[in-house]
Every structure is written in structure tokens, then in C-alpha cells.
């Protein structure tokens, strides 16, 4: 059996990352991993500015004197003039300093005195002034190729005036899910059929991630319908990926299809739930092609998603940043019996008298997806190792996989 770790390094090795680019609309870039730098040709912002409504003044001036007549007046989008010695400029939050001024005072440490404007409260220099490039200079490179885009990104490459971006285009993923027992949701229940729950659960997956979902829903159980449906969706798609039928009984033509059309690895993982998982690469008329067979009960299905297939995706996507970080938090919860398997327990965050502790679902079962649904992300129990309530546990979001 291989660890989780061997496996992970040996899917990972294997990735050719996409060539295939496009450039698209900034606000369609939710989520899309970058094909270029960016690097700023502006200023952000591109003059000093004013933080605060107010009066903008030069601080030789208050030593002096107070009380100012008011010589201009700068809105945000307008441009002052030099500034009067001994004078202030009615400004605006975001307006530009005018050039002889070099603080601002905001306009409730002031007060109208017979047309003039009085300085209750001295700001010092620079106080209240955005300074030009404070957030991004000319020439700097402000997000790197493989960068996924988030909403911030998105309004930071908006933020230095560009509109279209070269990305990656998204990968294609077509899946199966096999097996006799399986009924769709909507059917009428059948005695000894359960309901197909990995196709729904692998159309939230695929989508999240910003790939391009081609279900092939269910096929036929014969050889011939199995090696037909792989080899075509191996023309339409990136990636192929099915879900059951990879541990050792009989009653499967995914092995044998995919080692006709190319080849597979089927491995045993030392991890729970997820022991079983395939690899190949399927010959296509444009290349070989990943193909992943991912266990057939549900919570396995979804974390091997999670754990293996995503990673492997991302990186294949272009995407730079494909490690997640755990969060270390006290167990609430005993796990008494070790196992040689790691286990990547369905848990969440509760809190206890102002502390977050970690619970887990009572049923940790590979069929069990109400743990899976319950849950907000996987406690990692490394191999052979047991857990008293109190212990440090390593917490991994759901959300960090996305
Ligand atoms: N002799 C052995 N038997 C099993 C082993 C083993 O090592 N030796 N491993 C067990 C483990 S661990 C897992 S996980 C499963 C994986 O089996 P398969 O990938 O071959 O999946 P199936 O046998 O097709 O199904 C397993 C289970 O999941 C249900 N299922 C399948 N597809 C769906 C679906 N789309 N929606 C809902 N439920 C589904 C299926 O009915 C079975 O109950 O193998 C163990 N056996
Ligand atoms: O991989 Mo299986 O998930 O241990 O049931």
C-alpha cells in the first residue's frame, strides 16, 4: 500500500499543465487562473489625494494663524491650483492635494468663522494625505502568472485601468459514475437499487472549481459500451473521471477499458475513507489524457476529489498555489484506536467557552455522506496515532480546497 503523501507526489509528478489560453473581460475572470504577470504601467493612486472632506493647508501656515479664508475649492475628479500662502482649499475625500498644501484637516476640526475657516484641532504634516503610489507603483508586478482570481483580484487588476486578461482556458472534466444498483434521483425506488449520489455530488465538484462539466451520466454495463463512451469522451474532454468500480471484484469494465485504451494504475492508499483509487492516461487523436477513477462509495468519492483530483486539476489548470493550510486546534473529541490508515475525519469548528475546539460526526463511515454534508472540513489523524479530547488536531476547511 502507498501513503497518502507517495500517492499525492506521484500524481502531482505526472501533471502537464494546459497550454490553452484566452483573453476575456475582466469581470468574467471570477476564478480563472492567470496565463500572465501583471505589471502595473499607472500609479495607484496617481497623485496625493485627500483621505477625509475637509480643508487642505500647508502647516507653516497654522503657526501663524488659525483662521483662513477658503481660495478654492477641489471635488473629487477635479484638479486644484497652487495654493495661496495663507489660505485653505475646501477639498474632498479622494480629491488631489493641491501642490503648496501638505496636510488636511477634516471639516469636524473646523468651524465657519464669518466666512472663514477656523482650525480647531491641528493635524500634522502629511496627515489625511493618500500618498501617490501608496498602494502600487509603476513597473510593479502586482499578481504572477498562475494566480486564481478571486473577487479582490479582480477588482485590483481593474484598479491599474486593465480590462482584458489572458487566462487558461477551462479544463473540460467528463464523468461517469457506473454501477447496476444505481437509480437517478427521480425514479421510483427498486428493491435492492440505491440512488446515484457521486454524479450530483461530482456536478457541484467540477463547476466549483471552474472546470467545464461534461456528464456522461450513466453507461451501459457491457465492455463494448464502456471502452465506446471513454474513447469518446476522451475526444471531447481534458480530463475523464468516474467514480466506483476500483477495488478488486469482477463486475467492472472500467479497468479493463481504460488498459485498452491506455494505461492504469490502480492503488491501494493508506488512508480512510479512499483506500481505493485509479490513474491512467487514456490515448486520444490530440494526446494522452488523465483519466481518474475515484472509489465508488460517496465519502470516498468526495475526498479523494478533494485530496487528489483537486490538486491535480489545479496544477494541471496553470494554478501556482494548490497547497492548503491546516488550522491547529484542540480536539473535542476522543479517537481511541489507532489505525495504519491516515483518516480524514468529517468534522467542524464548535466553540467552548470562548475557545474553538473540533468535533467530529459520530458516524465516520465511507457510505455515511450526511457526515460529509454536516461537516465543514476534514481533521487529519496521521497513521497509527490516537487522539485524547484536548489534543492540537490538524483542521482543513472545505473551503480551502476550493
Ligand atoms: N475485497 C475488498 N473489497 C473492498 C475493498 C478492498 O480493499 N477489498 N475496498 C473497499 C473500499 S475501502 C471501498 S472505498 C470500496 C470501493 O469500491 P469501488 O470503487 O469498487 O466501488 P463500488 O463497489 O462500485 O461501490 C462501493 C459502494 O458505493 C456505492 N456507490 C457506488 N457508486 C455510487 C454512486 N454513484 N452513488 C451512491 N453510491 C454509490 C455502491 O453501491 C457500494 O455500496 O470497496 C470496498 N470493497
Ligand atoms: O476507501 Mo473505503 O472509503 O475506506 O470505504
Known amino acids: 500500500m502507498k501513503t497518502f503523501d507517495e500517492t499525492l507526489y506521484a500524481l502531482l509528478n505526472d501533471v502537464q499543465v494546459t497550454t490553452k489560453t484566452e483573453t476575456i473581460n475582466v469581470a468574467d475572470g471570477l476564478y480563472r487562473i492567470l496565463a500572465e504577470d501583471i505589471v502595473s504601467s499607472v500609479n495607484v493612486p496617481p497623485h496625493d489625494n485627500s483621505q477625509m472632506d475637509g480643508y487642505a493647508l500647508h502647516s507653516f501656515d497654522l503657526e501663524h494663524a488659525d483662521t483662513f479664508p477658503v481660495s478654492q475649492r477641489i471635488a473629487a475628479g477635479a484638479v486644484g491650483t497652487e495654493l495661496e500662502n495663507g489660505t485653505v482649499a475646501r477639498i474632498f475625500t479622494g480629491a488631489p492635494i493641491p501642490p503648496g498644501a501638505n496636510q488636511v484637516v477634516m471639516q469636524e476640526d473646523t468651524e465657519e468663522v464669518d466666512g472663514q475657516i477656523r482650525i480647531k484641532v491641528k493635524a500634522n504634516p502629511n496627515e489625511n494625505i493618500r500618498k501617490k503610489g501608496e498602494d502600487i507603483q509603476v513597473g510593479q508586478t502586482i499578481l504572477k502568472a498562475g494566480t486564481r482570481l478571486r473577487p479582490q483580484e479582480l477588482g ?5 485601468g486593465i480590462g482584458a486578461i489572458k487566462v487558461y482556458q477551462p479544463l473540460k472534466i467528463a464523468t461517469f ?5 444505481l437509480l437517478e434521483p427521480g425514479e421510483a425506488p427498486q428493491e435492492g437499487k440505491i440512488y446515484n449520489a457521486n454524479r450530483y455530488t461530482l456536478s457541484g465538484l467540477i463547476p466549483q472549481l471552474g472546470f467545464e462539466l461534461i456528464d456522461l451520466g450513466r453507461v451501459e454495463d457491457t465492455l463494448e459500451a464502456t471502452v465506446d ?13 468516474t467514480t466506483g468500480g476500483v477495488s478488486v471484484g469482477e463486475e467492472d469494465h472500467i479497468k479493463p477499458a481504460i488498459e485498452q485504451l491506455g494505461s492504469l494504475y490502480t492503488w491501494k492508499v493508506k488512508m480512510k ?3 481505493p483509487l485509479a490513474y491512467g492516461k487514456i490515448k486520444a487523436q490530440k494526446g494522452t489524457i488523465p483519466f481518474f477513477g475515484l472509489p465508488g462509495n460517496p465519502v470516498s468519492a468526495f475526498a479523494t476529489f478533494k485530496l487528489f483530483a483537486r490538486p491535480y ?24 484506536k489507532a489505525n ?20 467530529i460526526y459520530p458516524q465516520q463511515g465511507s457510505g455515511v455522506l450526511m457526515s460529509a454534508s454536516w461537516a465543514e472540513g476534514f481533521v487529519v489523524i496521521p497513521e497509527d496515532t490516537t487522539i485524547a479530547k484536548g489534543d492540537k488536531v490538524a483542521f482543513y476547511p472545505f473551503s480551502t480546497f476550493v
Open 340 to 359: 495504519f490508515r491516515r483518516d480524514f475525519l468529517r468534522a467542524r469548528i464548535t466553540n467552548k467557552r470562548q475557545e474553538s475546539v473540533i468535533e
Open 177 to 181: 459514475t457506473t454501477g447496476d444498483e
Open 229 to 241: 463512451a471513454i474513447a469518446k469522451a476522451a475526444e471531447q474532454a481534458d480530463v475523464v473521471m
Open 156 to 160: 485590483l487588476v481593474s484598479s491599474i
Open 313 to 336: 486539476l489545479m496544477k494541471m489548470q496553470g494554478a501556482s498555489q494548490i497547497k492548503t493550510n491546516p488550522i491547529w486546534l484542540a480536539a473535542d473529541f476522543d479517537w481511541p
Open 273 to 275: 475513507p479512499g483506500k
